[in-house]
């Protein structure tokens, strides 16, 4: 049976969208699709008796403009004119491309996000951004553009392999926990409710209860001048190690070191609830498939001090971090860019690689 488990709005300047969240809800809410954009990985499951779909081989290759130019010829072939609607169903990289080209074809058609990866699902199908590479420089470039409609089947994340799984997860704790003791402490008793086993099961209660948190972030600061900066919680130092390993290491997995990283650096305030969230970041990354050494192997430390040097985040002049202080609360930590700043950031991941590499 095809349900709605669950459905909200989110407000932004230029109106609210719905969010629905179910299982088994794909099939039928994809029939009011006029064209859709889809993850080629998902044609059997997906798009085989479809009309109109235009297949995109996902990952970073596709987030570029000259894929963005390819996929609006590619729409316009398909004959979808201003009032209909554009779809769209993939994980992140599949929704940077999209956002884009949905507000620029004809200057900007309704589009639907279906969200088919953790990382969709749980975090960037809420707040609007686009986001494309340019050159060697990712997501250098990208606008803010919300759908109409977002619509989360889960079944869509039953077959994810589990590093995508823990991918996203790494995300939804960073969400919940930037939001407060609250949210956080109710996330971990929703995750181990929905957990059996080793693997980790992501239900509709659990993307909701995500997902409306992402949403207050979002509403009360659309535009990543304030609040929703809190959100890069650990991305300073994900950010850094992805680009240090060559974009070897998955974002979420980096965020989950990053964050680890971020509770460990010797400005953030020690405390039990920072200890329970390096704790479940631990049980992320053991849930992975991903090689328990790999990212100590892969990340050169002279490297990684110049990316995180070269953040955009910050001024001139400082380097910003978020970090937990007080009762886990987190702050913005503006610090000068230089020898300590980097001997910090340095023995911070040092000491996250040994908690979560033992
Ligand atoms: N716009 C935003 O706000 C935002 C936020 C966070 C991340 N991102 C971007 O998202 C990207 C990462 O997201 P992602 O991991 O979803 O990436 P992705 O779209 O590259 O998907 C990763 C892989 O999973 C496969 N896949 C997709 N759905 C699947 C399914 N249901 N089952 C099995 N395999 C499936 C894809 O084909 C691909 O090989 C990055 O480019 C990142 O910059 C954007
Ligand atoms: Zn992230």
């Known amino acids: 049976v095809s349900v709605v488990d669950y459905n909200f709005q ?12 179910g299982r088994g809800i794909l099939h039928d809410a994809l029939k009011h699709v006029d064209c859709l954009i889809l993850d080629q990985q998902l044609a059997v499951d997906v798009g085989h008796n479809l009309n109109d779909v235009v297949l995109v081989d996902a990952g970073e290759s596709l987030k570029t403009l000259d894929s963005c130019s390819l996929l609006l010829a590619q729409i316009k072939e398909r004959g979808l004119t201003k009032s209909e609607l554009l779809g769209a169903c993939g994980g992140g990289s599949v929704q940077d491309v999209a956002t884009l080209a949905a507000s620029l074809y004809m200057r900007g058609v309704q589009w639907e996000f279906f969200p088919s990866t953790a990382m969709a699902a749980l975090d960037s199908c809420i707040g609007g951004k686009s986001a494309i590479n340019v050159g060697s420089y990712k997501n250098l470039a990208g606008n803010f553009y919300p759908p109409a409609q977002v619509t989360i089947d889960v079944a869509l994340l039953d077959n994810l392999p589990s590093t995508a799984i823990s991918a996203g997860l790494a995300e939804a704790v960073k969400i919940c926990f930037a939001r407060g003791a ?16 080793t693997s980790m099961p992501i239900s509709t209660a659990l993307v909701e209860y995500v997902l409306l948190h992402k949403a207050w972030f979002v509403e009360v600061d659309e535009f990543d001048r304030a609040e929703r900066q809190l959100l890069n919680f650990g991305h300073t130092f994900a950010h850094a190690l992805e680009a240090a390993s060559g974009f070897a290491v998955p974002h979420g997995i980096a965020v989950a070191y990053g964050v680890t ?16 969230l390096i704790e479940y ?3 992320l990354v053991g849930a992975s498939d991903y ?3 790999v990212v100590s192997k892969s990340v050169d430390s002279e490297r990684f001090s110049q990316y995180l040097n070269s953040d955009k985040k910050g001024t001139p002049e400082s380097l910003m971090f978020i970090l937990p202080g007080p009762q ?31």
Do not use: M, W
């Open 261 to 276: 990283a971020a509770c460990l650096h010797p400005l953030a305030t020690e405390g039990a609830l920072v200890s329970e």
């Open 182 to 197: 609250g949210a956080f402490t109710t996330f971990l008793e929703l995750q181990s409710t929905s957990e059996s086993g």
């Open 10 to 21: 989110v407000a932004t300047s230029t109106g609210a969208y719905t969010v629905n969240i």
């Open 328 to 358: 886990g609360k987190l702050e913005r930590v503006l610090v000068p860019r230089g020898a300590e700043t980097q001997t910090q950031a340095r023995t911070a991941l040092s000491d996250a690689l040994q908690v979560l590499e033992g």
């Open 291 to 293: 090689p328990p050494d």
């Open 281 to 283: 970041n631990c049980r």
